[in-house]
């Protein structure tokens, strides 16, 4: 076997096991083996004992894919043997780990134990045949979604500072165009030395992050101070912070009053009165508040919606219970009215069926319901800052907005036409404009066809930046 020689290849068949090998996240010379050995398996007739000595059987990755990769790059100092437990903790936070040894980190931990924990081939010389032959450096550099160096000794801070590259380590950290993490480890006179502390503030101008020394006890007797490299689960983490940075959440420490739905207005036990609301948009806007922060209490009318996930759910039938919750949940900073109100109930709700007579239909008397938006926008001491109608509309649709926004006192609408074409009303598309008060002058701003998800996301990013804006504003 050799004999066989990769350089020798096609070079299309030669592309192919590079894109494979890649997408399997395997070097070429992995990939071939198991090429082979899926093309022995698929044989019909059996195998002589002597045609081909039994293979062994390649480790199967795991089913759930990682979510993240790193190369780790182990330097040689005593604190080597923690990398170990770094392999496990990056493994627990489904982060994949191919591992590099240095010639001195061979003295101190094995290759053997590397890949037992990190289940992948472990790297240790630049001039591998093996792996060279499709410059594999560059792969450990590059097919990675982060490079950490622990421990990273005084020896290699000063070949990354110098930009050296005459081993496999320092060729992937000088080939690499992704982020680098740096544990060092050394002994407190080699980490307080001047050359060290030149080294380490080229780096950091570079970009590199580091995260340690800690202080304490060195390995060698009566030692002590800053050099002891970071503890496993410290690295993890900070490895973790830099390949997973937290989502903003711009309206953290803030309280979101949202309706969503229709409202069922009760005519006798069986009938009521009520329109076509899916709640998908109030839903959605809840959804999106809570991901940016926001405590959110959502009041819903009956909708055939689960309930977001970390949002309080308060569920109703009529506007007058609706009512009655949002009243129960002020005070909030923000109040956004998605539901589709019923604006009639019946006066005398029947308490049996009505039934068909002679005398033709029961008369109907309407009374109005109460109007939420506008009870909310004019309270006198407990108004929430920012208060948002919806105002769904079949015709004349940014007019009967703006009217709408001065009829009721809030701060801004959103409008958006429902009428049968559109499709909107318990649909999954929506197109909105944000009607709100200017200095001078009612503005509107028009958005394109988004999904509700979408207008849900873009509404809570202009909420958040009129919060910004409101908290910089000097106190009068």
Not at 227 to 246: D, F, N, Q
Request: charged share 25%; proline share 6%.
């Amino acid at each position: 076997m050799a004999s066989l020689t990769i350089r020798k290849l096609d070079e299309g068949v030669k592309t192919y096991l590079r894109l494979r090998s890649a997408k399997n996240r395997r070097s070429v010379e992995e990939e071939v083996r198991i090429i082979l050995g899926e093309l022995v398996e698929g044989r019909e007739e059996p195998l002589t004992p002597f045609a081909i000595p039994s293979a062994v059987p390649t480790p199967q990755r795991a089913a759930s894919v990682p979510e993240a990769s790193v190369t780790l790059i182990i330097g040689g100092g005593i604190a080597a043997y923690k990398s170990l437990d770094l392999i496990r903790r990056l493994k627990e936070r489904r982060i994949e780990v191919r591992c590099v040894l240095t010639k001195a980190a061979q003295q101190f931990v094995t290759p053997l134990a590397v890949s037992a924990l990190s289940h992948e081939r472990v790297y240790t010389d630049l001039f591998d045949p093996q792996s060279e032959f499709d410059a594999g450096h560059i792969r450990l550099a590059r097919e990675c979604d982060l490079v950490v160096v622990a421990p990273a000794t005084a020896d290699l801070l000063a070949k990354m500072a110098g930009g050296h590259a005459d081993d496999l380590a320092s060729a992937i950290l000088l080939a690499t165009n992704r982020k680098i993490l740096l544990a060092p480890a050394m002994n407190p006179l080699m980490w307080n030395n001047a050359a060290t502390r030149r080294n380490i503030g080229q780096l950091q101008r570079d970009g590199v992050v580091l995260i340690g020394p800690n202080s304490g006890e060195m390995a060698e007797a009566g030692e002590a101070g800053v050099g002891r490299m970071s503890e496993a689960i410290e690295i993890a983490t900070a490895a973790e912070r830099l390949l997973r940075p937290p989502v903003p959440r711009p309206l953290a420490g803030k309280r979101v009053l949202i309706t969503a739905g229709p409202t069922h207005e009760p005519i006798d036990p069986v009938r009521y009165i009520a329109n076509r609301s899916s709640g998908k948009q109030g839903f959605a806007i809840a959804a999106a508040a809570q991901a940016a922060g926001a405590e959110v209490i959502l009041v819903s009318g009956p909708v055939d919606l689960g309930d977001p996930q970390g949002v309080t759910v308060k569920r109703v039938e009529s506007a007058r219970q609706m009512l009655e919750q949002v009243q129960a949940a002020l005070p909030a900073d923000i109040a956004i009215f998605a539901a589709a109100v019923a604006d009639w109930r019946v006066a005398n709700e029947g308490e049996q069926k009505l039934k068909k007579s002679s005398a033709g239909m029961p008369p109907l008397q309407l009374v109005e319901n109460p109007d939420i938006l506008a009870t909310i926008s004019r309270l006198a001491d407990r108004r929430p800052p920012l208060v948002i109608g919806f105002a769904a509309e079949t015709e004349h649709l940014i007019d009967n907005a703006k009217s709408k926004l001065a009829r009721k006192g809030c701060d801004w609408i959103v409008a958006n036409d429902v009428s049968p074409a559109t499709g909107v009303m318990g649909g999954d598309r929506n197109t909105v404009h944000l009607i709100s008060r200017g200095a001078s002058e009612i503005a509107v701003d028009s958005w394109p066809v988004m999904t509700k998800e979408q207008v849900a996301i873009e509404l809570v990013a202009r909420i958040a930046k009129s919060v910004a804006d409101k908290s910089r504003e000097p106190a009068s």
